[in-house]
C-alpha cells in the first residue's frame, strides 16, 4: 500500500499517490474534515495594518512571525555586503565592528533565492530578489534593520539602502525582502522541512513497522492527515496547474531550484530546536518568543520520548538489533535526505539516546515547528503589503526616484492578491477534528507504564500552555503559535 515515488529529482521523495482516493482509506480524511474547515481564527490584521512600515515590526517579524529561521547572528559581514562603519548609522555609540563584537548584528542572507526564474501573471513580468539584511539589537531590546542590499553581487545598480534614505527608497527595499521571505518561509521553512519531511518519517514508518512495534505506537498519531493533505498540496498547490504558479513570484521551476537548494543545504542540527538556535547564535535573544516557547516544548517531548523509548529498550543492543527500527531509519536517510551525509541525519541508530533525539525531533517537527510556521500565516499575509505574494516591478536601482505611485506599482494585482489570500486562509484554518499536541483519541499501547507517562506529558503540556498565556497577558503582540493547546498533534493542513 505504501510506495515511495520520487516526484521531482533532488526533492525528498513521497508516497505514491497521485490523487487522494490512490491512497488507503485508513490515511484519508475524515468526514468532519473534509467537509467542514472550522473557523477560529484570530486575525492580526488591525495590528500589522497599523506598523507593516515600522522599522522595529520589520526586524520583530525575523523572531516571531511566520517565519523565525532566517535569522542569524553576524560574526563576520559577508564579502557580498560592502559595509563600511561610516556608512551605516546605528543605534547608540558603538561602531559596526564594536556592535558585531558584542554579538549585537544579525543578518538574514537570502542568497538561495539567487537567479532563481521568476513568474509572469497577467502578461507581466514579476520580481525576486535575493536579499541580505543586516539588522541590529538595540538597548531597548528591538531588532532593528540598518541595512538591505537586494541583490547578491555588489554594483553601482545595487544599492544598499539604509533607514536613512527617502521614505519610499526605504520601504521598497523592505518590500522586496518580505516578499523574498514569504518565498523562503513557504517553500522551505513550511513545505520542505515540515511538510515533506513529516511525510518521509510517515511513510517510512508504515513500510517498515509494524502496528505491534512500539516506535510505531508512538509515532502513528503524529502522522494523522499528513499524506493526505501532501497528495492534494501537490496536486492543487505546487502543481504547474496549481495556485501558487498563479500567484507567486518565481516560477514552477524555480520552486524545484528552491527546494533542491534548500534540501542540499538542510542539516540535522537545524533540525533539533536547541541545536538550531545555539548554530545561529541566538540563545540570548531578548523577546525571541518563537525560541523560548519551542525549546520548552521540545524538552517536554523529549522527556516523554525517553520515558517511553527507555522503557521498551533498556541497552544500545536492543537498538543495534531491532531490524524494524533501523530499516525505519535508513529509508529516511535514503529516500528522505537522498544519502546525503552532509545533513548529519544518522544512517542507522546505535544508542538509546539517538534515537530519544531523532524520535524527538519527528513529533517535533509534525507539530510544534508545523504550527510556529502556519498558523500565523493568515495574520501576517492578510494585509498584503506586509507579505507581499509577487511583485511586478524590479527594485529601485538608483535612489531618490521612488514615491507612492511606484510602491503600489510594484504590488500584485489585485486578482492575484485576491487569489495568494484566499490560499493563506485556508493554510491557517483550525480544523474541526483537531487534536491537540500529546491527546491520543487512539489507544495504541495497552501496558501501564506508557499509560501514564501520556498523562505526565499531557500536564506539564497544561502547565506550559498556562505559563505562556500569563506571559502573553503582558505583551503587545501576544505570541501564540507554540501554545501546546493550539499545537496540532501532526501536519495536516
Ligand atoms: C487581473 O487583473 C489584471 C489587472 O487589473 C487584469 O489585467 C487581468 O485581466 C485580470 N485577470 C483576470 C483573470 O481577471
Ligand atoms: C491572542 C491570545 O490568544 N491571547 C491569549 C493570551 O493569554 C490570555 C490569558 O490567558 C488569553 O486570554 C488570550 O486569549
Ligand atoms: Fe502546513
Not at 494523522?224 to 507567486?248: C, E, K, M, Q, W
Request: aromatic letters at 12%; hydrophobic letters at 40%; proline letters at 6%.
Amino acid at each position: 500500500f505504501y510506495s515511495w515515488d520520487s516526484y521531482e529529482k533532488g526533492l525528498p521523495h513521497c508516497i505514491k499517490a497521485d490523487k487522494p482516493n490512490e491512497l488507503p482509506p485508513e490515511v484519508t480524511f475524515s468526514y468532519t474534515k473534509e467537509f467542514g474547515f472550522g473557523y477560529t481564527l484570530f486575525t492580526r490584521l488591525d495590528y500589522v495594518h497599523l506598523h507593516w512600515k515600522d522599522d522595529d515590526f520589520f526586524g520583530y517579524q525575523f523572531l516571531n512571525g511566520v517565519n523565525p529561521m532566517m535569522i542569524r547572528r553576524c560574526d563576520t559581514l559577508p564579502d557580498n555586503l560592502p559595509l563600511t562603519d561610516n556608512m551605516v548609522f546605528l543605534h547608540g555609540q558603538c561602531s559596526l565592528a564594536e556592535e558585531i563584537k558584542n554579538g549585537n548584528i544579525f543578518l538574514c542572507d537570502y542568497k538561495v533565492l539567487d537567479g532563481i526564474p521568476t513568474n509572469v501573471i497577467n502578461g507581466k513580468k514579476q520580481y525576486l530578489m535575493a536579499p541580505l539584511v543586516l539588522l541590529q539589537k538595540t538597548e531597548e531590546n528591538k531588532i532593528m534593520p540598518i541595512a538591505i542590499q537586494l541583490k547578491q553581487k555588489p554594483a553601482e545598480d545595487n544599492p544598499i539602502f539604509f533607514p536613512t534614505d527617502s521614505e519610499y527608497d526605504w520601504l521598497l527595499a523592505k518590500i522586496f525582502v518580505r516578499s523574498a521571505d514569504f518565498n523562503v518561509h513557504q517553500l522551505n521553512a513550511h513545505l520542505l522541512r515540515t511538510h515533506l519531511l513529516a511525510e518521509v518519517f510517515a511513510v517510512s514508518l508504515l513500510r517498515n513497522v509494524p502496528m505491534v512495534h512500539p516506535l510505531y505506537k508512538l509515532l502513528v498519531p503524529h502522522t494523522r492527515y499528513t499524506l493526505y493533505i501532501n497528495v492534494l498540496a501537490r496536486l492543487r498547490l505546487i502543481s504547474p496547474d496549481g495556485v501558487f504558479n498563479h500567484v507567486s513570484n518565481h516560477l514552477c521551476k524555480g520552486m524545484s531550484e528552491i527546494l533542491r537548494r534548500s534540501l542540499s543545504s538542510m542539516t540535522y542540527t537545524s533540525l533539533c530546536i536547541p541545536d538550531d538556535i545555539a548554530e545561529r547564535g541566538l540563545e540570548n535573544v531578548p523577546n525571541f518568543y518563537y525560541k523560548d516557547d519551542g525549546i520548552e516544548i521540545w524538552k517536554t517531548i523529549h522527556r516523554f520520548v525517553k520515558g517511553i523509548i527507555s522503557f521498551y529498550y533498556r541497552t544500545n543492543s536492543d537498538i543495534e538489533n531491532d531490524p524494524e527500527l533501523q530499516k525505519w531509519i535508513k529509508e529516511i536517510f535514503e529516500y528522505g535526505f537522498l544519502s546525503l551525509t552532509s545533513t548529519g541525519i544518522p544512517q542507522k541508530f546505535t544508542t538509546v539516546d539517538e534515537l530519544i533525539k531523532f524520535v524527538t525531533m519527528v513529533i517535533f517537527t509534525g507539530s510544534a515547528q508545523h504550527a510556529a510556521l502556519s498558523i500565523g500565516q493568515y495574520d501576517y499575509a492578510s494585509w498584503m503589503p506586509n507579505t507581499p505574494i509577487s511583485l511586478q516591478l524590479p527594485p529601485p536601482t538608483k535612489k531618490g526616484d521612488a514615491d507612492e505611485d511606484t510602491m503600489l506599482a510594484t504590488f500584485p494585482d489585485i486578482n492575484t492578491t485576491v487569489k495568494g489570500m484566499d490560499t493563506m486562509f485556508l493554510l491557517s484554518q483550525q480544523s474541526t477534528d483537531f487534536v491537540p499536541l500529546g491527546q491520543y483519541p487512539e489507544e495504541h499501547f495497552t501496558e501501564d507504564f506508557p499509560h501514564k507517562k501520556i498523562e505526565e506529558f499531557q500536564r506539564e503540556l497544561k502547565a506550559l500552555s498556562n505559563l505562556i498565556n500569563a506571559r502573553n497577558k503582558t505583551l503587545e503582540v501576544p505570541y501564540t503559535y507554540l501554545d501546546p493547546m493550539k499545537v496540532e498533534n501532526s501536519v495536516s493542513i
